[in-house]
């Protein structure tokens, strides 16, 4: 005899049971300081592995640690009952690097609540995901509807280096019917969002030459190009006047479904006073639709030690968002391409590949995403959920696209417009963080349902 779905009522009042719980042990997480960067003390990520099992162990998931030449993920599992679906929830137990620990109010890896929100790195990103799944798995306790495989990545910040061998390793545990990937972020605090397209990455490094060593910077100056100069103006050429990007043969395009009203977007940003906006078009394809390109730091002498000479080599790391439906490896040619034709002065300029990642775009129609809208209405009070495009990558998600076809992939997120993730003062909503949980829940007694319609 199949065990009845818990009711709605009954899901509130077991997540409510729950939270206190689960903030405890959110708090724990938060407190191991997992970097899976190269340079930082790997021990940590092994930690932070055990203790997510640990909690897994405690759902009554059968569990392990897996690795396949990367940091350590965890996969816990749970058969269906008769008939349900299996659902693969996903999250990530690494966290960014704290960078300058002067701009942190309180110390990143001890979690501290001020005003509503739980503060400290991995808060929101994404520690809080994989407790919305812990949550939702305690709540139902030995009565869940469906089946379930938690797939807990390891190295997520540091590029997912190991996933795509770690997703073919185990490909039989983790197929399934439904993916919820806990890794993104709702529209507003009060506005759940599904996600449905990421921009794709190519993260590159340009090096300027124009000298073979350095030179007194009087008595050549003014014929000799120095090489710091040179690639000021090189990154000059990547955008026009406007501030859309300027290099030819990016995909870019119009026609996001909402708008983000100026004044909003300015105050999430942090815009100073006077800082206009970069590019055109409505806000939201600048982010979502069309491609960014970023200089994210540049090697050259320090100010307070460059000597009197002419710099002959100068550096700089870029970063281009593609749009949906641009290809990472077309984009890197592309930028290769115009960086070299618009070498100033016969200066020498070399490209050098980081990383990329592909974009994405989710079909989030049919009835999976239905019970996904109603489950988050439902813990919303009625609000109804935003399908939004995120102007970040998670290149991954095509790699879920490809290896499992037939899954609906749900993009959910625990973060909100203030969560700062990836930057100093990181931070969860708690209030926001509850409903997160109880959506969770319901879910997945809606696509039990579904399932069963079906």
Known sequence: MTTPILSESEVRA???????????????LVRIPGIAFEGFDHSHVERSAEAVAELLRGCGLDTRIVRSGGQPAVIGTKAAPPGAPTVLLYAHHDVQPVGDLSLWESDPFEPVERDGRLYGRGAADDKAGIMAHVAALRAFGDRLPVGVVLFIEGEEEYGSDSLERLLADHRDDLASDVIVIADSTNWDVGVPALTTSLRGIVNCFVEVRTLDHAVHSGMFGGAVPDALTALVKLLGTLHDEAGDVAVDGLVGREGASVDYPEDRFRAEAGLVDGTTLVGTGRITDRLWTKPALAILGVDAPATGEAPNALVPSAKAKLSVRLAPGDDPK?????????????????????????????????????????????????????ADPVDIGVGGSIPFIATFQEMFPRAAILVTGVEDPHARAHGPNESLHLGEFARVCLAEALLLARVAEAGNRA
Do not use: N
């Open 14 to 28: 077991a997540v409510e049971r729950e939270l206190p719980g689960v903030r405890a042990d959110l708090e724990r």
């Open 330 to 382: 077309k984009a890197y040619a592309a930028l290769t391409a115009h960086l070299e034709r618009h070498a100033p002065w016969g200066a020498q300029v070399s490209v050098t590949f980081e990383h990329d990642g592909a974009p994405c775009v989710i079909d989030a129609s049919g009835p999976m995403f239905d019970a996904a809208r109603s489950a988050f209405r439902t813990a919303w009070d009625g």
